[in-house]
């Protein structure tokens, strides 16, 4: 026992250490541009996207703040709006969507690049899902009808206040104890999983959630081998997912392809129980911010395992896995 947990210690140490050597240069980077007025000058730029997609252009801050901070960020901007929006259900699902594909981006596709996927595909995939996406609904809803209802958004207005940010040195001390806390609950968040991970493996569940799993991977392309850490991070999270991908990268020298493809999927459908009850919690509709985004997700990721079957150290593989 004694053993065990000296070496849970010494691997999410491991883990941790490389996910701080990617996060925290990042989120310093961002917490500066943030402070120098870079979101608000990124909104500016995404007004016109916004027009274009239906929406309103206080939709670029909002976000602009999501895909620059993160989604807490963006709903901080929600409330500090909140007195000036006038949205309807289906603008206001588009944009939530558009949050859930693509939200802080500088740390998560960090990770994402140091898990072994490109940085820049990966990004150019959960922004162009976003902006798609969000265009296919609120044109849906403009042909049809569906969604056109008002959002009422008069019970934010009352925190704004409550929100509203310090600047200055407050402001950094604020963002500093923000920082340790989220270290200390990733830190700890790991050690869970990687318990979970093991508990799941010695107990033969890790297989039969494999087996159960191999329809979609079929159709999707990845390999059932990162199956289980790919299940985690659509679950949990693509901080949590990326880092144990890293670890079974290093053990297991997957292929590009199979990186790729379950770093691809993790970038666009992660998190699917928190940040999607966040959204919802706004008032977003379940069918646009759940079920449409994951069935998207899949089309993706399908047509991409397709294209990059010249990738084809894999592709033998592949088709054992698909005849057993």
């Known amino acids: 026992m004694h053993r065990y947990a000296f070496d849970l210690i010494n691997r999410s140490q491991k883990l941790f250490i490389t996910l ?23 909104s500016n730029w995404l007004a016109p996207v916004m027009a274009l997609i239906g929406l309103p252009p206080e939709a670029g ?34 944009l939530c969507a558009m949050m859930l594909f693509a939200h802080g981006l500088p740390v998560e596709q960090a990770i994402v ?16 899902a976003a902006i798609g996406y969000a265009a296919l609904v609120t044109w849906l809803s403009d042909l049809t009808g569906w969604l056109s209802e008002p959002v009422d958004f008069s019970w934010m207005v009352g925190s704004e206040a409550a929100t509203a940010a310090t600047s200055g040195l407050a402001a950094w001390m604020d963002w ?3 920082v340790v806390k989220s270290l200390v609950v990733t830190f700890g968040v790991i050690v869970g999983l990687l318990i979970l991970l093991d508990i799941l493996e010695k107990t033969g569940i890790t297989a039969r959630i494999t087996q159960a799993m191999m329809p979609v991977l ?20 693509i901080t949590y997912g990326g880092a144990l991908i890293i670890d079974e990268a290093r053990k297991n020298n ?40 994951v069935i998207l997700t899949l089309i993706i ?24």
Do not use: N
């Open 20 to 42: 701080i050597k990617v996060m925290l240069p990042v989120m310093v980077i961002v917490r500066i541009a943030e402070e120098f007025g870079a979101v608000e000058l990124v």
């Open 61 to 94: 801050l909002i976000w602009a703040t999501c895909v620059l901070v993160s989604m807490y960020g963006a709903v901080g901007a929600f409330i500090g709006l909140a007195a000036h929006l006038d949205m309807t259900a289906a603008q206001l699902s588009a």
């Open 113 to 128: 690049k140091r898990a072994g996927a490109s940085f820049w595909a990966t990004t150019a995939l959960r922004v162009g």
């Open 176 to 178: 500093s104890i923000q």
């Open 218 to 237: 079929r159709i999707s392309g990845i390999s059932r081998d990162v199956a289980p850490v790919t299940t985690i991070g659509v679950l949990l999270g």
């Open 254 to 293: 997957y292929p590009k392809r199979t990186l790729f493809l379950s770093l691809s999927w993790l970038s666009l459908s992660h998190s699917l129980i928190e940040d999607t009850a966040i959204m919802l919690a706004l008032g977003a509709d379940i069918w646009v911010v759940l079920v449409g985004r």
């Open 301 to 324: 990721i399908a047509l991409l395992a397709r294209l990059t079957l010249r990738w084809a150290p894999e592709r033998a593989q592949l088709a054992t896995e698909s005849a057993e």
